[in-house]
């Protein structure tokens, strides 16, 4: 969300310390899983719905069930975050964002039925919603007042988390698309130090996991609710930065992989899987390090997911802020330029190298759809670099096809004029829809500009595998037959996907379905190989050195090292014949891929292998000599026929 509201990224410890001591209480007892979310009567399903859920991504492109391109054109709903800035009484208007006190539940059921909602939204053209949540309203059990759903008086006498039930049933009944954001820990507005900077923040990491899975569990059983955005703008706190992929407290690379996994393993397989850049790091004082990396470190670690084709990753782009400005006024502060400072050629090279990369370069490791999942601007802003900063991403997203999510969509009138649509307390409507709203423009442009429609062709996956904090085994197939190295750090290929590429010293790999599709035959077997047995006489394809080859017919799907040296191989039956002629890949000294290489550099500054586009990779050769890496030296590359 905008963090020009709240100022508060100060480098004063003692301030951070007393803004955090005021965090508000919250309730502890478990969710009910047993309350049903069932679609209210009064809102029409659509009988002969365009898209046909689940959701899954080909390329940069979201696809729906039938292969066809679903494009993001969203809008956030707000409020089940939590409205509270910090200060004063939770009871006071006053001392909510915006003076709106949201009951920790979505803004605008006080002043609209959810039929007249649900119409509202369809009039702005978008077809998702993403709907933010805080992990205290899970678990709140006291029931909204009645004045929080006036306009709504069948939700009377219901906590945050059932009136969240009925919103998440009217917006699907309406054919809405539904993303679930996990904004922050606690029913306190975001986004400054506010003990919501990080998952774990205000809980732990195990909690947060937790409550993931119980809500991806609880609508389950809706289609339409199609993603799990796991969590908001994750940024510094007092005393350190969030990392990507440290393996420590403060690893987001890691907790999003491992949270991701367990959705989709133990609650939903069907979800979409979002999840945001690092939003902030370092002290914003001039002369100190400080920035906003956004997506930039996907370049060289991105996620491999269990299920490939369930990756969307997704950024925010506000022009009061930068790439190095926090976005603040006064403490916090810095000279660096904001994006509405920005040239339209500069703005354009900074979304590009800061999040569009991802979708655009195509072929690469870490190639997915990219969901600007917030953005916008204020209805009454006057000022001409606002204005025309708002202009040009809404004409960049425009160009570039992108999915997009708008900040926020409902506000309460003379409050946010911020929002899409603002409501008075009599239910009359104000926003967008209004020709006098000057954003009309803009999004107008963005919602008209052509799009690829229609069914979208199958790509080659190219996927990462990363031992450097543990195992990365993506295989469910192979999970489910348990460790098949144990002690050693192990990686395997996400179903689907076969072993092409290997690093020497990083315990990195590469995965794809390139020229052969799914190869694994549809037993699930497989061999773990640990040492020359199935090395043929006469066979050695790297004299002096280890080699760990797969059985005839049976190609590599992962790997285990013990410290460096290499410990294993994983190999599976392939569903139809297999070539026999093979080379030695050598890698030890050097990098060793193919002219133009798809994948892209999934073993960062490390030497590695890689078999072309029309071979399998069939075996590993390491040494054990003194002074030399165990680490993998070269691949038995094959081809596939």
């Known amino acids: 969300m905008p963090t020009?509201?709240?100022?508060?990224?100060?480098?004063?410890?003692?301030?951070?310390?007393?803004?955090?001591?005021?965090?508000?209480?919250?309730?502890?007892?478990?969710?009910?899983?047993?309350?049903?979310?069932?679609?209210?009567?009064?809102?029409p399903v659509a009988a002969d719905a365009a898209w046909q859920p689940p959701l899954s991504t080909r390329g940069r492109y979201i696809v729906d069930a039938n292969g066809s391109r679903f494009r993001l054109k969203s809008a956030n709903w707000d409020g089940a975050q939590g409205s509270w800035t910090g200060s004063g009484s939770t009871g006071d208007s006053a001392n909510h964002h915006a003076g709106q006190n949201s009951h920790g539940i979505p803004l605008g059921l006080d002043r609209v039925p959810l039929p007249r909602l649900m119409a509202d939204f369809h009039e702005l053209g978008i077809n998702s919603i993403r709907l933010s949540f805080s992990n205290e309203m899970i678990h709140s059990t006291a029931p909204v007042p009645d004045a929080a759903v006036a306009a709504n008086p069948q939700l009377r006498g219901r906590t945050p988390l059932q009136v969240f039930d009925s919103v998440v049933a009217a917006l699907t009944g309406a054919d809405f698309a539904v993303v679930l954001n996990n904004h922050t820990n606690t029913s306190r507005w975001c986004c400054?130090?506010?003990?919501?900077?990080?998952?774990?923040?205000?809980q732990s990491a195990q909690r947060w996991a937790d409550d993931w899975v119980f809500m991806a569990r609880r609508y389950a059983h809706d289609p339409r609710v199609v993603g799990a955005d796991l969590y908001n703008e994750v940024r510094r706190d007092v005393l350190d930065d969030p990392n990507w992929g440290l393996g420590d407290n403060h690893d987001w690379y890691t907790a999003s992989q491992l949270a991701a996994d367990r959705i989709l393993t133990e609650a939903n397989p069907d979800l979409l899987i979002v999840v945001e850049g690092i939003n902030w790091t370092g002290l914003?004082?001039?002369?100190?390090?400080?920035?906003?990396?956004?997506?930039?470190?996907?370049?060289?670690?991105?996620?491999?997911?269990?299920?490939?084709?369930?990756?969307?990753?997704?950024?925010?782009?506000?022009?009061y802020t930068g790439s190095r400005h926090s976005g603040a006024t006064g403490i916090g502060e810095t000279h660096d330029p904001r994006y509405q400072d920005l040239t339209r050629e500069e703005l354009y090279r900074t979304l590009q190298d800061e999040a569009f990369y991802v979708a655009e370069d195509s072929g690469k490791h870490f190639t997915a759809p990219v969901w600007i999942s917030e953005f916008g601007a204020g209805a009454n802003q006057s000022g001409a670099a606002a204005r025309a900063w708002f202009g040009n991403i809404t004409d960049y997203f425009a160009d570039h096809d992108a999915n997009f999510a708008y900040w926020p969509l409902v506000g309460w009138e003379g409050h946010d004029d911020w929002s899409l649509l603002r409501y008075a307390p009599d239910g009359r409507r104000s926003g967008l829809l209004d020709q006098a709203d000057w954003r009309g423009a803009g999004w107008n442009r963005l919602m008209s500009a052509p799009s690829v429609t229609g069914p979208v062709d199958a790509v080659p996956v190219w996927r990462l595998l990363t031992t450097d904090?543990?195992?990365?085994?993506?295989?469910?197939?192979?999970?489910?037959?348990?460790?098949?190295?144990?002690?050693?750090?192990?990686?395997?290929?996400?179903?689907?996907?076969?072993l092409i590429g290997l690093g020497q010293t990083s315990g990195r790999g590469l995965c794809t379905d390139v020229t052969a599709g799914g190869l694994r035959a549809a037993d699930g077997s497989h061999t773990v190989v640990t040492d020359e047995r199935h090395v043929p006489q006469g066979g050695d394809w790297a004299?002096?050195?280890?080699?760990?080859?797969?059985?005839?017919?049976?190609?590599?799907i992962g790997y285990a090292h013990r410290g460096g040296r290499t410990a294993a191989a994983l190999c599976a039956p392939a569903r139809s014949s297999l070539g026999n002629t093979g080379r030695t890949v050598w890698f030890d000294r050097s990098d060793n891929r193919?002219?133009?290489?798809?994948?892209?550099?999934?073993?960062?500054?490390?030497?590695?292998?890689q078999c072309t586009d029309g071979e399998?990779?069939?075996?590993?050769?390491?040494?054990?000599?003194?002074?030399?890496?165990?680490?993998?030296?070269?691949?038995?590359?094959?081809g596939l026929t």
């Open 4 to 43: 020009f509201r709240f100022v508060k990224y100060l480098t004063c410890a003692a301030s951070a310390v007393l803004l955090l001591t005021a965090l508000p209480g919250t309730a502890t007892a478990a969710p009910d899983p047993s309350t049903p979310t069932t679609r209210p009567t009064t809102l």
């Open 543 to 556: 004299s002096g050195y280890t080699k760990l080859q797969c059985p005839a017919g049976q190609f590599l």
């Open 284 to 319: 914003p004082v001039d002369g100190l390090p400080h920035g906003r990396p956004q997506l930039t470190p996907v370049r060289t670690l991105s996620h491999t997911l269990v299920a490939s084709d369930k990756l969307v990753y997704s950024a925010h782009f506000y022009g």
């Open 192 to 202: 400054g130090l506010d003990g919501n900077e990080r998952w774990n923040s205000s």
């Open 469 to 498: 904090h543990g195992d990365h085994v993506q295989s469910l197939r192979t999970r489910a037959t348990g460790d098949w190295a144990p002690g050693a750090s192990k990686a395997a290929c996400p179903d689907g996907l076969r």
């Open 594 to 609: 193919p002219a133009g290489a798809a994948g892209g550099d999934f073993a960062y500054r490390d030497h590695k292998g």
């Open 616 to 638: 399998y990779a069939a075996g590993i050769a390491f040494t054990a000599r003194l002074g030399s890496s165990a680490g993998p030296a070269a691949l038995l590359c094959r």
